[in-house]
């Protein structure tokens, strides 16, 4: 099955812009490098905070878990915090299984996530 890469910017609660990948169809061996060179930019980019939504992955080889695993440590290592988000049932248990969520944040859905920014701005502020 192929890859679709679609990156595009949004703003988060409270203004915050981010980065918010949408990865669909397969991600493996054959197009993990597809992935790599369509993330290129992303990494290289300015944004401190990129949502990778794997809404419509619907597989994940341990090559595709090498490329998230590599956009997470190649933002960490800039200061940008990277969060996945609406992971199909079959991929949150390769992530279980191989363990690779350890240092990756990952949410439910948008939803979950927005309102997880949104009550640590708040803490943040003083007003929740």
């Known amino acids: 099955m192929p890859l679709s890469v679609q990156v595009s910017e949004r703003q988060k609660p409270d203004g915050l812009p981010a980065t918010v990948i949408k990865l669909e169809g397969s991600l493996d061996s054959t197009t993990s490098p597809q992935a790599n060179q369509q993330l290129a930019p992303t990494l290289a980019g300015g944004s ?9 992955l ?53 939803k979950e996530l927005d309102d997880y920014l949104e009550a640590i ?8």
């Open 48 to 56: 401190n905070f990129v949502e990778i939504d794997l809404a419509g």
């Open 121 to 128: 701005q708040r803490k943040m502020t003083g007003e929740g």
């Open 58 to 110: 619907t597989w994940i080889s341990s090559a595709g878990l090498g490329v998230l695993i590599h956009v997470s440590k190649t933002l960490a290592a800039r200061g940008a915090q990277c969060f996945i988000t609406n992971a199909q049932p079959q991929i949150q248990k390769v992530f279980e299984i191989v363990q690779a969520a350890k240092g990756m944040s990952l949410f439910s859905s948008t």
